[in-house]
């Protein structure tokens, strides 16, 4: 089925990918800016009021010294999934808060999701490798074998790892990834898997992960929300 579009519309959806950044949007995919639960048939492809738009510009209102790079991962992942037997969280923000995502975010894990948005984030280049992180990503490094193993059933975890590992540096102006700080300075690894096993493997000088050289890796840090003290 194809939809005829104006080009102001045509305009429009492609100002709409590149605002949130869409990567696996085809030309026969496209389904921001459209409700799920209405038939495509009696809809333009781009509406003018974009409520998933309008939920994500409450959160960055909420949140304005959050880097755009968090508050979309986190978006993207967390606010669209489609979560199995659970009702989605874009529902439950439309249907229980009329809307309003923040409430929802307050109460989401009590509250902590509000404070990891909350941060405060840093850009940094770090120097590390695997006995940088926590023992819950060492132990997901260890099961993934750094990268050679899917053992979390990751789609297309295969081509993603070779992409990685084509595009890896070693200068640290990798994309970032985003990490969580605990108070021993360890880190706990939140997005970026698949960047980060291929950079950690550029120090691999086969004595064992746990003596690899440390390489440089960019990264979104914040203070991990587990060591928040609850008043």
Same mark, same amino acid.
């Given at each position: 089925?194809?939809?005829?579009?104006?080009?102001?519309?045509?305009?429009?959806?492609? @100002?709409?990918? @590149?605002?949130?950044?869409?990567?696996?949007?085809?030309?026969?995919?496209?389904?921001?800016?459209?409700?799920?639960?209405?038939?495509?048939?009696?809809?333009?492809?781009?509406?003018?009021?974009?409520?998933?738009?309008?939920?994500?510009?409450?959160?960055?209102?909420?949140?304005?010294?959050?880097?755009?790079?968090?508050?979309?991962?986190?978006?993207?992942?967390?606010?669209?999934?489609?979560?199995?037997?659970?009702?989605?969280?874009?529902?439950?923000?439309?249907?229980?808060?009329?809307?309003?995502?923040?409430?929802?975010?307050?109460?989401?894990?009590?509250?902590?999701?509000?404070?990891?948005?909350?941060?405060?984030?840093?850009?940094?280049?770090?120097?590390?490798?695997?006995?940088?992180?926590?023992?819950?990503?060492?132990?997901?490094?260890?099961?993934?074998?750094?990268?050679?193993?899917?053992?979390?059933?990751?789609?297309?975890?295969?081509?993603?790892?070779?992409?990685?590992?084509?595009?890896?540096?070693?200068?640290?102006?990798?994309?970032?990834?985003?990490?969580?700080?605990?108070?021993?300075?360890?880190? @706990?690894?939140?997005?970026?898997?698949?960047?980060?096993?291929?950079?950690?493997?550029?120090?691999?000088?086969?004595?064992?992960?746990?003596?690899?050289?440390?390489?440089?890796?960019?990264?979104?840090?914040?203070?991990?929300?587990?060591?928040?003290?609850?008043?």
């Amino acid at each position: 089925m194809k939809i005829i579009i104006t080009e102001n519309q045509y305009n429009k959806l492609q @100002e709409d990918l @590149e605002y949130w950044g869409v990567s696996d949007a085809t030309e026969d995919k496209y389904e921001m800016g459209v409700e799920l639960d209405e038939d495509v048939d009696s809809i333009p492809i781009y509406k003018e009021v974009n409520p998933q738009k309008n939920i994500y510009e409450k959160i960055r209102m909420e949140f304005p010294n959050t880097p755009e790079y968090i508050l979309q991962d986190y978006f993207r992942n967390v606010i669209l999934m489609n979560v199995p037997h659970n009702v989605p969280p874009l529902r439950t923000i439309k249907n229980t808060y009329f809307g309003d995502p923040i409430p929802y975010i307050k109460g989401d894990g009590d509250g902590w999701w509000y404070n990891y948005l909350k941060g405060p984030w840093k850009l940094q280049v770090l120097d590390v490798n695997p006995m940088s992180f926590d023992d819950k990503t060492i132990n997901a490094f260890e099961k993934r074998n750094f990268g050679e193993e899917n053992a979390y059933n990751v789609p297309k975890d295969k081509e993603r790892m070779e992409t990685q590992m084509n595009m890896r540096r070693s200068d640290g102006n990798n994309e970032p990834v985003i990490l969580l700080q605990t108070p021993d300075g360890k880190y @706990e690894l939140m997005e970026g898997w698949h960047r980060t096993m291929s950079i950690l493997q550029m120090g691999d000088n086969s004595d064992g992960y746990g003596n690899w050289d440390k390489v440089k890796l960019r990264a979104f840090v914040a203070p991990n929300p587990d060591f928040i003290k609850k008043n």
